[in-house]
């Protein structure tokens, strides 16, 4: 099946400065790759996504970057702000509307120093 | 629209016991996932209903069981609860077929004791 791996397990960067979390996945058929930031309490929230026939997807400070040679996919957070503080998953699949599951990284703590 | 709710919150059950957790998706979604979230495991895959059929399941044991009604409300069920069943479950949303998004609900945080 499928496994996904998922660097760096912590990242405390200053306000303001940028952030970027990394993933690696093992199965070629995979196509969608979403990202999910999860605050202490709450579901994971779906902050972006991209899919197998892009590149790179932006949106406002958050973008996310996929090399499928390589098999792996990158989230950006520029001018980071402390609300951005939260953990951080990645996810891949290969089936529409769940169908496959989503298979998670570990997580990324990510820790915004004022 | 409102996202997708989970009942009940927080759950404390004892070693042995069942227990079934509710799921209402988003209006309109039809197709309902579950995960187990542990801070060993992480995220898990549990299974996925699509139109009141099971799609697909990850690889749990068959104490775990889940349904969806007509309405796609869901519900899971876990059969002769261990220690090791403590979990945040969540419960996903997502419109269909066609579409790959997937969103979360709150989670019911279930403690075996």
């Known amino acids: 099946g499928e496994n996904v791996e998922q660097h760096p397990s912590t990242l405390s960067v200053q306000e303001g400065d940028s952030a970027v979390i990394k993933c690696t996945y093992s199965d070629s058929a995979s196509n969608y790759f979403p990202w999910y930031k999860q605050e202490l309490g709450k579901g994971p929230q779906l902050i972006i996504d991209?899919?197998?026939?892009?590149g790179e997807k932006k949106d406002q400070r958050i973008a996310v970057t996929l090399n499928k040679t390589a098999k792996h996919f990158s989230l950006h957070i520029t001018e980071t702000q402390p609300e951005d503080s939260a953990v951080y998953f990645c996810?891949?699949?290969?089936?529409?509307?769940?169908?496959?599951?989503?298979?998670f990284g570990k997580g990324t703590h990510l820790i915004i120093q004022p | 629209k409102a996202g997708v709710t989970q009942t009940p919150r927080y759950l404390i059950k004892t070693r042995g016991q069942q227990v079934t957790l509710s799921c209402s998706p988003i209006?309109?979604?039809?197709?309902v996932s579950w995960y187990q979230q542990t801070p060993g495991q992480g995220l898990q895959f549990l299974f996925e209903?699509?139109?009141?059929?099971?799609?697909n399941k990850g690889n749990f044991p068959g104490r775990f069981s889940g349904r969806q009604f007509s309405n796609s409300r869901s519900e899971m069920n876990v059969s002769t609860l261990e220690l090791g069943d403590s979990a945040l479950y969540l419960c996903?949303?997502?419109?269909?077929?066609?579409?790959?998004?997937?969103?979360f609900g709150p989670g019911t945080r279930l403690t075996v004791t």
């Open positions: 209006s309109g979604h039809r197709s």
């Open positions: 991209i899919r197998s026939n892009v």
């Open positions: 209903y699509f139109s009141e059929t099971q799609r």
């Open positions: 996810a891949a699949s290969k089936g529409g509307g769940g169908a496959d599951g989503l298979t």
């Open positions: 996903a949303s997502s419109p269909g077929l066609a579409e790959y998004e997937q969103y």
